[in-house]
């Protein structure tokens, strides 16, 4: 990325036009509980935004804390303008970094490289790693590149993810690697609910490949993410609090933030010898859509306009939409479905929470995440 400086003006007027579709926008929370006791946090943050490339424009935000920054990519595809705001809160020692840009996939890799340099511990070394490109139709070039590893942890999540990770666990397998772990996390498979949602279909196949293979795998099932929830994609307006609920607003989810199924994802493949060929689920809160808006409402101080959506109605899209295109045009419709029956919650019947392997982790409070929107 190259650092590109504007004027303050220009900047919020491209950010308000870059963000009224909320298409090509990525957006995380992040818990970072030095902000509470660091006079220099919000310093330090200054200097990873800009050390990602990004050219800082000062004075630019109402808020002095907030970091904003511009930047240009350029790839074979063009180049992409790239924008992005953090909002440190001392008092809840978070930050929510937002980025928008007039490519969908550069936002997510420009927060992604935020994400892996950020984390609660701030001047801990990270890990070493090499970055390298990867071509997914060259197996030569797959297993050269993970020979040698125990473990491969996919985080593929674009509309190719069922085949490139298919053709990571064979290169894996030729490799001689010992673990693969899927790019799974959200909802629980095992739940037959799902079966029927083609949104669900290229992780069975997946899983498919990875039971045939010789690789031992681990599934780490977490819930929703909760610091992506609250969403125009989701329906949520926080501006002036309104939300589509689908059916009766009672059934309940699991959720949890990203930065939480990090925490547990590392201490899992720490200890991937006592997981091997399991599933584990580990999340921070059950809700539902009527427990959120409550929570809203009281974070906000307004009443939070409610349309409710019937579940007769939502299946009746997908239905027709799986006559028409296979369902591959109401997958917003599929995830209303899951969190409307709530099958995006983890711990039913037989399928216990395993949180309390990892006593040392306590994930962040939902009461809290959703204060920080408000603050």
């Known amino acids: 990325m190259d650092p590109v400086t504007i004027s303050v003006n220009d900047f919020f007027a491209r950010w308000k036009q870059l963000g009224e579709g909320n298409i090509d926008e990525a957006q995380s929370v992040i818990n970072m509980p030095f902000l509470k006791t660091d006079q220099a946090g919000v310093q330090w943050l200054r200097s990873v935004v800009g050390g990602v490339g990004f050219a800082l424009i000062n004075g ?10 511009v930047g240009i990519v350029s790839s074979e595809g063009g180049r992409f303008g790239c924008l992005v705001r953090a909002e440190p809160k001392k008092d809840h020692g978070m930050t929510r970094f937002t980025v928008r840009s007039t490519n969908a996939d550069i936002a997510k890799v420009a ?13 801990s070394p990270l890990p070493q790693f090499t970055v390298r490109g ?17 473990a491969v942890l ?23 690697v010992k673990y693969f772990v899927p790019s799974e996390f959200g909802t629980d498979l095992t739940d037959p609910s799902n079966g ?18 010789n690789l031992g795998y681990i599934y780490v099932v977490t819930g929703c993410f909760a610091d992506h929830f609250l969403q125009k994609y989701f329906t949520w307006h926080l501006g002036n609090p309104s939300m589509v ?3 009766d607003g009672t059934a309940k989810n699991s959720y949890i933030t990203r930065m939480d199924v990090a925490k547990y994802t590392v201490a899992i493949l720490k200890r991937a010898d006592e997981f ?20 809203v409402e009281r974070a906000s101080g307004k009443k939070v306009a409610v349309t409710t959506l019937p579940i007769e109605d939502i299946k009746a899209a997908i239905d027709a939409d799986i006559n028409m295109t296979g369902g591959q045009t109401t997958i917003s419709d599929q995830f209303r479905l899951m969190f409307g029956e709530g099958i995006c919650r983890i711990d039913c019947g037989e399928n216990k929470l395993d949180n309390d392997k990892f006593p040392d982790i306590i994930p962040v409070s939902i009461d809290e995440l959703v204060q920080y929107n408000f603050d």
Not at 111 to 123: G, W
Request: with cysteine; proline share 5%.
């Open 60 to 69: 630019a935000d109402p808020e002095p804390d907030n970091i904003v920054g």
């Open 111 to 123: 927060l992604a490289n935020i994400a892996m340099i950020v984390d609660s511990n701030k001047y």
């Open 134 to 150: 990867i071509d997914y139709a060259d197996e030569t070039d797959l297993v050269n590149a993970l020979a040698g590893h125990d």
């Open 154 to 176: 996919s985080l593929i999540g674009d509309d190719d993810q069922c085949a490139k990770q298919v053709a990571l666990v064979n290169a894996a397998s030729k490799a001689g």
């Open 196 to 213: 029927s949602l083609p949104v669900f279909a290229p992780k069975y196949s997946l899983r498919q490949a990875i039971e045939a293979s």
């Open 245 to 247: 609920v689908p059916g």
């Open 276 to 295: 091997r060929n399991t599933t584990v689920r580990v999340t921070a809160d059950t809700l539902s859509f009527n427990d959120w808006i409550e929570k």
